[in-house]
C-alpha cells in the first residue's frame, strides 16, 4: 500500500492519523527533494578539547522545501531509510562530503576531519565500499590522507548486524577511513561490542552528558567510558556539550573531544569555514 499511496493522497480515508499523513507527505516530497537540490549539509565544529582548536566537523543533513520550510533530519531520516532513498541520499552526503576535504584543501584547511552519519541500510547493503573506493581514490588525487573522512555508526545500526558490521568496519579501516561508534551508551550492548568491533573513535551519547553536572550515576559512567576507552587506545569525543561546566568535567577526566552548542551550533558550509579560520564573524 505504500508504494501506491505515494503521491496519490486521495485514495486515503479521512480516518488515516495525522502521523501517517505527515509520513506520506513527506515521503512523497522526499523523493523529488534531491534532484531539486533541496538538501543541505551543515556542518558543527569539533573541538580538542586540550587546546580548544576547531579540529574538524560532523555533516548534518539539512531539507530545505520551497512549502514546509526546514524539515529536521529526525523527522526525515528515518522516512528516508524506510523508503531506501537513504541509499542515494547517503551517497550524496558522502560526495559532497569529499568535495569539502578537497575545498579545505585548496583553501588552507586541509588539517580538517569530516565526520558523516552512516545509516543501517547503508551499512548493510553493499554499494558503500565501492562508492568509498572511487572516493577515496579522488581524496588520494589531491594528497587527501583517508584518516581525513570519518564515519559515524550507531550502535542500534551496527548491532542489527553484528557479524556484517564487524566485516564492514574493518574493511573501512583497512583503508585508513576512521570510524566512530555514534550515540554510545544508549544500545544495552555497548561495552560487548567494544570487543566485537574496530574502531577509532567512541562518541559519548548527549544522553549522559546532560546530566553530568546533577545525576553523580551519569557522571560516573561518563568518567568510566572514558577510562574504558583509553585503555583500550579509543579516542573519545563527547556530543552535546553546552556548559563550561560539562567542558571542564569531561576535560579533567581526560575526553579528547567534544561538539556541542557550547562550542557551535551546526552551521551553513561557509559560516563553519569562518569560523575553523578564527573568523567567527565573516
Ligand atoms: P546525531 O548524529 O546524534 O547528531 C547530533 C545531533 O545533535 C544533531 O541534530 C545536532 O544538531 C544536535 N546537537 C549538536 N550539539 C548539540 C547540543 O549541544 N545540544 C543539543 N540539544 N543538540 C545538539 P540534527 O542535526 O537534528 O540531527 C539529528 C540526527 O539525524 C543525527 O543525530 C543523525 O542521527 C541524523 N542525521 C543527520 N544527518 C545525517 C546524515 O547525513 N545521514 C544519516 N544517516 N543521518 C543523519
Ligand atoms: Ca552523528
Ligand atoms: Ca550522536
Ligand atoms: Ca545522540
Redo the contacts with the bound molecule.
Keep these: 500500500a505504500k508504494s501506491q499511496g505515494r503521491g496519490n493522497f486521495q485514495f486515503f480515508s479521512s480516518d488515516m492519523n495525522a502521523a501517517t499523513h505527515e509520513r506520506l507527505l513527506l515521503e512523497s516530497r522526499l523523493w523529488r527533494a534531491l534532484e531539486q537540490e533541496e538538501f543541505e549539509?551543515?556542518l558543527?565544529a569539533q573541538v580538542e578539547l586540550a587546546s580548544g582548536a576547531i579540529i574538524g566537523a560532523?555533516?548534518?543533513?539539512?531539507w530545505h522545501h520551497p512549502e514546509l520550510g526546514t524539515v529536521?533530519?529526525?523527522r526525515f531520516?528515518p522516512i528516508?531509510?524506510e523508503s531506501g532513498l537513504?541509499l542515494p541520499?547517503?551517497d550524496w552526503?558522502l560526495r559532497q562530503a569529499v568535495r569539502l576535504l578537497v575545498r579545505w584543501r585548496e583553501q588552507g584547511l586541509g588539517h580538517l576531519r569530516l565526520a558523516?552519519?552512516?545509516?543501517?541500510r547503508?551499512c548493510h547493503g553493499g554499494g558503500l565500499l565501492p562508492l568509498l573506493d572511487g572516493l577515496l581514490a579522488e581524496m588520494a588525487g589531491h594528497g587527501i590522507a583517508p584518516a581525513l573522512l570519518e564515519l559515524?555508526i550507531?550502535e542500534s545500526?551496527a548491532m542489527r548486524d553484528p557479524e556484517s558490521s564487524r566485516a564492514l568496519l574493518r574493511e573501512l579501516r583497512s583503508r585508513g577511513l576512521k570510524v566512530a561508534i555514534?550515540?554510545f551508551g544508549t544500545g544495552y550492548s555497548s561495552l560487548s561490542y567494544l570487543k566485537l568491533f574496530e574502531l577509532d573513535r567512541i562518541?559519548i551519547?548527549?544522553g549522559f552528558?546532560?546530566d553530568i553536572e546533577s545525576d553523580p550515576n551519569d557522571a560516573v559512567i561518563v568518567a568510566a567510558t572514558i577510562a574504558l576507552a583509553h585503555t583500550l587506545r579509543l579516542q573519545v569525543i563527547a556530543?552535546?556539550?553546552?556548559t563550561a561546566a560539562q567542558r571542564d568535567f569531561l576535560s579533567s577526566k581526560g575526553c579528547d573531544e567534544a561538539?556541542?552548542?557550547?562550542f557551535a551550533?551546526?552551521l551553513p558550509v561557509e559560516r563553519f569555514e569562518a569560523l575553523a579560520r578564527g573568523n567567527p564573524t565573516a
Excluded: F, W
Excluded at 560532523?58 to 539539512?62: D, G, I, K, M, P
Excluded at 561538539?259 to 557550547?262: A, S
Design positions: 549539509l551543515h558543527q560532523e555533516a548534518l543533513l539539512r529536521g533530519p529526525d531520516i528516508a531509510e537513504i541520499l547517503g552526503v558523516v552519519n552512516l545509516s543501517a547503508q559515524e550507531t545500526a555514534d550515540d562518541k551519547d548527549r552528558v546532560k556530543e552535546g556539550v553546552e561538539q556541542g552548542y557550547l551550533r551546526p
